[in-house]
């Protein structure tokens, strides 16, 4: 009779189950995810590197050059209808998206990192979720007793927000 030998792995961690989001606070308050696949880049920008420009939406902090690239930064608490962003900040933290051809750069309260989430996991927003706040969503997971805004990128990207004075 033959015997089959058992090879044994090191240990090594678990893949993570579902897609990786970026996990980030909106404001201080509200924590929202973007689908790393629409994400580009995160990074911490000093304040002075920011060029505001007149006579636009409130929402468009300014344009920051960004790779030889002129791109617009914009405050996604004003576009989702939440508190507005703090400008008096010494350093803005920026998530760069990527809709198609279009890149953005998202100023929020603080990046947390990376996390896991399925499918399942994304539920419809519960009813206290404003109308406004849902035309941005693509559902909302609770983590811990805390809700999270699974954030749709290309509803962000073609908010009329950002088009009106």
Known sequence: MDTATLTLLP??????LGDPFLWFHITPTTEGLLPML?????LALPAQRLTPMPNMPACLLGLINRRSHAMWVVD??????????DASRRQHDLIIIRVETIALALAVHQIQ???????????????????SLQ?????CAIQEQDLW????????????KLRSP
């Open 11 to 16: 240990d090594q961690p678990p893949k993570p």
């Open 38 to 42: 629409q994400v580009q880049e995160v």
């Open 76 to 85: 996604l608490s004003q576009v989702l209808n939440l508190a507005g962003f």
């Open 113 to 131: 990192g990376v996390c896991w989430l399925s499918a399942e996991s994304i539920q419809a927003p519960p009813s206290h979720v404003p109308p």
């Open 135 to 139: 035309a941005y969503l693509r559902g």
């Open 149 to 160: 805004l699974v954030l749709n990128a290309a509803a962000i990207v073609q908010s009329s």
